[in-house]
């Protein structure tokens, strides 16, 4: 019976379509196909979820910036070789509040005897503070203890990211209870990692709450929500499980990734549950309408999720790799949606068909007639508003403040990092550690270096072997525990503090004197490593990224659009309003006076435009369809009214999405993204509907020529003349060979009878 079906369907389509184009014909068979191996195609997408469950749990998630790094950046090669010689050590910066000179000296060698605790410096270094205070002058040691508070920097035995660190850390907190403030590297990255697991949870199910919520406002049955939650988690799931592949991830992929997939793609599944229904009105059986169905939303699915593929593989180019770690796993997700959708959401969709009639409700979307008449009616004011904030908006957009490094991540405001911070800089200002790495071949020298460092006025301390060994004691006289932290073969290494933060304008100044002075005594195989320098080299790799990530972001966005709609002029018209929404979302914050995490500043440009230039090619396509049996007011009016559903559905889902992020996430990278992403939005949502109808009637001669055919032949006529030409050439050249010839036949003739004669 399901045969006869089928064949009756294909002899129908046969007689509906005189030969069927190519796409028709693919698209039909794999409507088929579908049908004949649901069963399989179900099981395959339980067996990859449960495998997902599993893959997932090993999936490594990196929270230090200076991993993504390009391996040519001097603070990465001058890493990488600490490592090797030294190891990495971790740090940390802690604050004892209301202590006495003598038990802070306990609290810090009972610090000292953690496990895991390299070394802690302070005061008791340099000074006896046993002497009793009236022989020690208190001036002297203001840097480490003052007002009853006293302030330790602390260098752990292994990495900020450890395991052994971060179990350090706890016992220190449990050790100093209440009296405790903490800050530094081990700190952050502890603290971000137990904020961005807490704070993700909460953003997925707000999140789901929300668009759960406009689903419902927007579908036609209560069960078509769960319908869309269901297919687009199983998408989520198989992109998440498949990140083993990966490895490790970083901490923004890893938890930004879910929402913005579930966000960008819940289009696909709209589409193809509309054409279903639109079928099913038509009098078909479920089986028929699907076919129907998938025949319809094929190309619309494939259109939106390769722009949206496109402007997220953007990001793969970028130096600074986590574009690449974030870009590939963006990607991935979409093509995962768009597998899940065509695949295994119409097996979906036959299950709940009933159940969607037994729920159906009244539509709560009004038909948009008022609103379509007025975007209509003032269509050349809303050309002109956007003609004259362009160039504002473009030249803000370029005059932001940013942040660069990890500190701008784990200690941003609203987090306990942040405040005790602010409160340990109050007391006993900044302390920033830098590391400088150099030969081990002279003590002269090695001492000259360390001296001219301890009298830099923004210099806290410097700690080497020359400067610790009293003069004339072998360095064989220490343990080996002692002398190996900072000699270690022909390799060296010095710990020096400064005073500043660890990202600001006099960081990187005092940084660079310091790598003056070091190449001055080690012209070679020296290197200054530490928070500071990592900061300015990811700031020089990913502001030179930002140019060719937009670059190929447009290309290759334009490049799907023009073979979308076969036109080279129509993907300008379309991207316009979503460029210019761009130019303002980024002009913002410089508005404002706040200050972007950079990182975010250039993902989202690609995210923007990847996921709502699909609003613009909506309304597009409508005013195109609409256009061959109506005058250019009429189809604009009915092209807003056909589109302004999906894309106040898909844009609002969106909005929603990233204004969570925004209000839940006190991670500074996190919060800013999903605001940008969200604001951004809202901005393509408004000048979709607003400019770019004013641009449709404009440009309507344009858009409804025969472009692509006019440009084909063009090619055509330029072929066909440049082959007359060759041949042309070809006689001539030929022609003129021939009675060259000839003449030199002729030539060697009278020579001949000359010779004869």
Same mark, same amino acid.
């Not at 790094?69 to 001058?78: D, F, H, N, Q, V």
């Not at 090695?446 to 020359?466: G, H, Q, R």
């Given at each position: %019976? ?15 379509? /005189? ?39 090993? $999936? ?23 490592? #090797? ?65 006293? $302030? ?123 054409? +279903? ?12 309408? %699907? ?72 539509? +709560?979307?009004? /038909? ?85 460092? #301890? ?21 064989? +006289? ?29 960081? +990187? ?86 200050? %972007? ?32 049996? %109506? ?127």
């Amino acid at each position: %019976m399901e045969k006869k079906l089928i064949l009756g369907h294909k002899k129908k389509e046969k007689d509906r379509r /005189p030969e069927g184009t190519q796409k028709e014909k693919v698209s039909i068979r794999l409507a088929r196909f579908i049908f004949r191996r649901k069963s399989w195609i179900e099981g395959i997408f339980v067996i990859g979820c449960i495998l997902s469950l599993i893959t997932m749990l090993f $999936v490594n998630v990196n929270y230090d910036l200076t991993e993504y790094l390009p391996k040519e950046a001097a603070s990465r090669i001058g890493l990488d070789q600490m490592k #090797e010689d030294f190891g990495y050590p971790g740090t940390a910066r802690i604050m004892i509040k209301d202590v006495s000179l003598y038990e802070a000296k306990q609290y810090k060698d009972k610090i000292e005897a953690i496990d895991g605790v390299d070394q802690v410096l302070w005061c008791d270094t340099t000074t006896n503070i046993y002497a009793g205070q009236d022989f020690i002058n208190m001036d002297d040691i203001d840097d480490y203890y003052k007002d009853n508070c006293a $302030v330790m920097d602390i260098t752990f035995d292994e990495g900020d990211t450890s395991k052994l660190t971060s179990a350090a850390v706890d016992e220190i907190k449990d050790l100093l209870g209440d009296k405790g403030y903490y800050t530094g590297m081990a700190v952050q990255n502890k603290s971000l990692k137990e904020n961005i697991e807490s704070e993700m949870q909460l953003i997925l199910l707000v999140a789901v709450i929300m668009i759960f919520a406009v689903l419902c406002i927007t579908t036609t049955a209560w069960s078509e929500p769960f319908l869309f939650l269901i297919v687009m988690g199983v998408a989520i799931l198989l992109n998440r499980g498949t990140n083993i592949f990966l490895g490790t991830v970083s901490f923004l992929t890893n938890n930004v990734a879910m929402v913005l997939q579930l966000a960008t793609s819940m289009d696909y599944s709209i589409f193809l549950l509309d054409a +279903f229904t639109r079928e099913r009105q038509k009098g078909l059986n479920n089986e028929e309408a %699907m076919t129907n169905a998938i025949d319809a939303a094929i190309n619309s699915i494939f259109a939106s999720s390769l722009t949206t593929v496109v402007g997220f593989l953007a990001l793969v180019c970028m130096k600074f790799s986590i574009g690449f770690d974030m870009g590939l796993v963006l990607a991935k997700g979409i093509i995962f949606s768009l597998l899940t959708v065509v695949f295994f959401m119409p097996a979906m969709i036959l299950k709940f068909a009933d159940w969607n009639e037994k729920t159906a409700h009244r539509p +709560f979307l009004p /038909p948009f007639n008022r609103l379509s008449r007025g975007i209509y009616r003032f269509r050349y004011a809303a050309l002109i508003v956007m003609v004259l904030i362009v160039p504002p908006a473009y030249v803000a957009q370029g005059m932001n403040d940013y942040l660069y490094g990890n500190s701008a991540v784990g200690a941003s405001e609203g987090t306990q990092v942040y405040d005790d911070d602010i409160e340990i800089t109050r007391i006993f200002g900044r302390s920033n550690m830098l590391l400088v790495l150099y030969p081990n071949d002279s003590p002269v020298t090695e001492k000259a270096m360390s001296d001219e460092l #301890e009298d830099l006025p923004f210099v806290k301390s410097v700690t080497s072997m020359a400067n610790t060994l009293p003069e004339g004691i072998p360095e064989d +006289f220490l343990p080996y525990s002692v002398t190996s932290q900072l000699h270690r073969g022909d390799k060296s290494r010095m710990p020096v503090y400064i005073r500043t933060k660890t990202e600001s304008t006099e960081a +990187f100044r005092d940084t660079d004197t310091i790598r003056e002075i070091v190449q001055k005594y080690y012209p070679q195989n020296s290197f200054v490593v530490g928070e500071t320098p990592s900061t300015q080299d990811i700031k020089t790799f990913i502001t030179a990224d930002n140019a060719h990530v937009n670059v190929l972001s447009l290309l290759g966005v334009f490049l799907v659009v023009m073979f979308s709609f076969r036109s080279v002029l129509v993907p300008v018209i379309v991207m316009i309003p979503i460029q210019v929404a761009i130019f303002l979302n980024m002009a913002v914050p410089y508005l404002t006076g706040s200050t %972007m995490v950079y990182m975010g500043y250039i993902i989202v440009s690609s995210i923007q435009l990847g996921a709502t230039v699909d609003y613009s090619i909506l309304l597009t396509n409508n005013y195109m369809a609409c256009r061959k049996e %109506m005058k250019k007011k009429e189809a604009c009016l009915q092209a807003v009214k056909m589109s302004c559903g999906s894309i106040f559905t898909s844009g609002t889902i969106l909005i929603l999405a990233g204004y969570i992020i925004h209000f839940i996430s006190n991670t500074a990278a996190i919060g800013d993204l999903g605001h940008l992403i969200g604001r951004g939005a809202l901005f393509s949502v408004i000048l979709v509907l607003t400019v770019l109808p004013a641009l449709l009637v404009l440009f309507d001669r344009i858009i409804t020529s025969n472009e692509w055919e006019d440009f084909k032949k063009l090619l055509a006529r330029f072929h066909k003349k440049g082959k007359n030409a060759v041949k042309t050439g070809a006689k001539a050249f030929g022609k003129a060979n021939l009675a060259a010839v000839r003449q030199e036949t002729n030539g060697m003739g009278t020579e001949v009878k000359t010779d004869e004669d």
